[in-house]
């Protein structure tokens, strides 16, 4: 802090001391009244470098680049009546509870064009006397149901909440503001809105210019307000005249109102989902009856094919016993050899019996079944497939034979003979 007036201040009186471009808080007499330091870099605000301002009434900081306000910085200034911190970087979790806390006097407080994205009623608890309230050029979204009810501001008659990014307003947003007059909600995102100024009973001038307003049946209830409003002599709706989208709220009714774009919307969309949820389940049913009937094809098929090459490929012939003068009662077959397509069948002749022996094929070895003490005959005589028929055999071979001889086409498991 310095006694002394620097060079870059314009005023300095013993009650009025205005400077530009500090980084610091000029220590000024204590009869100063008004102190304006602006275009400076005061980044931060405690008690020590506002402690001794316990007789200012207007303390202008605007433009200084402040990103911090400790809890007691305002707390000696009890006189203070206007505080002016636009233009700066103040965001919302910087102000607590405590930050105006004591400022009993205070009746403009100017917080444009900073960083608040939310207000929260409890900042103004202590704020009687405030006037006027001058939130223009931040980012605030919502105004919900309590965010003035507990503001405390029962004389608050101005507020400037224009040029935010508001889209939505609680209908007692406003609840705690019994004396507001002006109102600026212009210049922000609002569409539709509901009838949020019927209770403002002191409401003179309503400014909702620039907004995007979207002329559905869901305004019903601020047109017939706004209606009756413009047509009182002593309430100004500002710039009516030259704002269509105004003029288009103000000639809303029942029986004129479309269905809002949203509803519609969300009916289409709806509309869309049941479709999407129907074509699903279609298209499931007719996959599922489709891979079944596949299915059964399939299966049909291959039984067909199954059956086909049963009965192509099987040939069966009879293993039937041809007996002779020599064969006994004792020797004959306990069944008949049953085989599938080609095979070699080698005949041997015994003492008393023909038997026959397996071969699975032409190059292989034979399997010969003798007689107990009896040896094979030397004499093999053999037959491949059907290319020659047995009695063509017996018929040639009958000279070389015996009379007894058995016979097997097609064979391929051995048959023992008792």
């Known amino acids: 802090l310095m006694a002394s007036c620097p060079a870059s201040c314009v005023v300095c009186f013993e009650e009025t001391t205005i400077c530009q471009g500090l980084t610091y ?19 931060n605000l405690d008690k020590t470098n506002l402690s001794f301002l316990f007789n200012v009434t207007l303390l ?3 433009n200084n680049g402040i990103l911090d306000i400790k809890g007691e910085a305002f707390h000696g200034l009890t006189n203070l009546k206007t505080l002016l911190l636009d233009q700066n970087n103040i965001s919302s979790s910087v102000i607590t ?6 400022l009993y006097n205070l009746e403009v407080l100017a917080l444009q064009s900073n960083a608040l994205i939310w207000i929260n009623g409890t900042w103004f608890k202590d704020m009687k006397k405030l006037i006027s309230l001058l939130l223009e050029g931040n980012e605030i979204t919502r105004l919900e149901g309590n965010t003035f009810k507990t503001a405390n501001l029962q004389n608050l008659k101005t507020l400037d909440l224009s040029k935010n990014f508001i889209n939505y307003i609680d209908k007692e947003a406003f609840v705690g503001l019994p004396h507001l007059q002006e109102l600026d909600l212009s210049r922000n995102s609002l569409s539709v809105t509901p009838d949020a100024f019927s209770y403002l009973t002191q409401l003179t001038i309503l400014n909702l210019n620039l907004n995007h307003w979207n002329c559905t049946c869901d305004l019903r209830e601020l047109s017939s307000f706004l209606r009756n409003y413009s047509n009182s002599p002593y309430k100004v709706l500002k710039n009516v005249n030259n704002l269509k989208s105004v003029q288009s709220v103000l000639q809303l009714t029942d029986r004129n109102c479309t ?6 919307a969300t009916v289409q ?3 869309n989902y049941m479709h999407y949820v129907r074509d699903v389940v279609l298209t499931a049913v007719f996959c599922f009856i489709g891979a079944v009937c596949l299915t059964v094809t399939v299966v049909a098929l291959l039984y067909w094919k199954f059956q086909q090459s049963e009965e192509d490929g099987d040939t069966t012939e009879t293993c039937s016993q041809g007996t002779g003068d020599k064969i006994t009662s004792k020797h004959h077959l306990k069944s008949n050899c049953i085989t599938k397509g080609k095979s ?12 026959m022996s397996i071969v699975g ?8 079944q003798q007689n107990r003490n009896q040896k094979a005959f030397p004499k093999v005589y053999k037959t491949k497939g059907r290319s020659k028929s047995l009695r063509s055999i017996q018929k040639e071979n009958e000279n070389d034979l015996k009379p007894k001889y058995f016979m097997c086409l097609n064979c391929q498991l051995p048959h023992s003979i008792p």
């Open 361 to 368: 094929h032409v190059n292989e070895v034979p399997l010969l």
């Open 344 to 355: 070699n069948c080698k005949f041997t002749e015994e003492n008393e019996v023909k038997v």
């Open 269 to 271: 969309g709806n509309t």
């Open 97 to 102: 509870d405590t930050t105006f806390i004591k």
């Open 259 to 264: 269905s809002s774009p949203q509803n519609t």
């Open 60 to 62: 202008g900081l605007s």
């Open 25 to 43: 808080i000029l220590a000024v007499p204590e009869t100063t009244k008004v102190l304006i330091l602006t275009d400076g870099v005061i980044t």
